[in-house]
């Protein structure tokens, strides 16, 4: 597709429930980002991903969170047995190349209830 | 210390006036750097991006930076009420690393 698509657009998950979340770049974008906005807040830094390799997950706030993306396409960000503090929304951007513009999804709204 | 400093406002301005955005950031290597706009329930979209020293023009807006004193400003002129948003100022290259590091954005309110 032209932009970077995210699904599902919204979500609402029972404490403890587990979610998937899906993104799928632009086409021929190397690079892929995954950020976490609270409300008021700058977009912070989840995991990037070069191809299929993650190269950083520093950003990733417990062992609860798990990203990946196998074939350097479409990737997935799973949160595991969801706590309120995970309400947010997940950004998902993607750049043809290191220090390149950023291009971003329109986000996937998580409340945790 | 954030590695990218923004105030977070708001910033008030009447239409037709200037809105001057400012940014500060930690990594004196930092090599590329970005205004993003997003609205309200919406994700962030590009405004402009800056490489160098000095100002970027581009229609209303203009980016300037200043390497020395680690510093990055957006300015608006001609502002109108559909310019009221958040102003995100992205930073690459921090501490090395390649990953885009946002501000916590300033909020820019054009009022009649």
């Known amino acids: 597709g032209a932009g970077v698509s995210q699904s599902p657009r919204y979500k609402v998950a029972k404490r403890g429930q587990d979610v998937a979340l899906r993104c799928d770049p632009i086409s021929g974008h190397v690079s892929l980002f995954w950020y976490q906005q609270a409300l008021g807040q700058g977009p912070e830094f989840l995991t990037y991903f070069q191809n299929e390799a993650q190269l950083d997950k520093s950003g990733l706030p417990s062992d609860r969170f798990f990203a990946e993306r196998p074939e350097g396409s479409v990737s997935t960000l799973k949160i595991q047995r969801t706590q309120q503090e995970d309400s947010a929304v997940y950004l998902c951007?993607?750049?043809?190349?290191?220090?390149?513009?950023?291009?971003f999804g329109e986000g996937s709204w998580l409340t945790v209830v | 210390q954030k590695e990218v400093e923004q105030n977070s406002g708001p910033l008030s301005v009447p239409e037709g006036a200037i809105a001057s955005l400012n940014c500060t950031y930690s990594d004196r290597v930092s090599q590329s750097f970005f205004w993003y706009r997003q609205y309200s329930g919406k994700s962030p979209e590009l405004i402009m991006s800056?490489?160098?020293?000095g100002d970027k023009e581009d229609g209303r807006f203009t980016a300037q930076l200043n390497r020395a004193s680690q510093y990055i400003s957006l300015l608006i002129r001609d502002s109108k009420l559909s310019d009221s948003a958040t102003y995100l100022c992205v930073v690459n290259m921090i501490g090395g690393s390649y990953i885009p590091t946002f501000g916590r954005g300033t909020s820019l309110i054009v009022h009649p």
């Open positions: 800056i490489y160098s020293n």
């Open positions: 951007a993607s750049s043809p190349g290191q220090g390149n513009t950023i291009y």
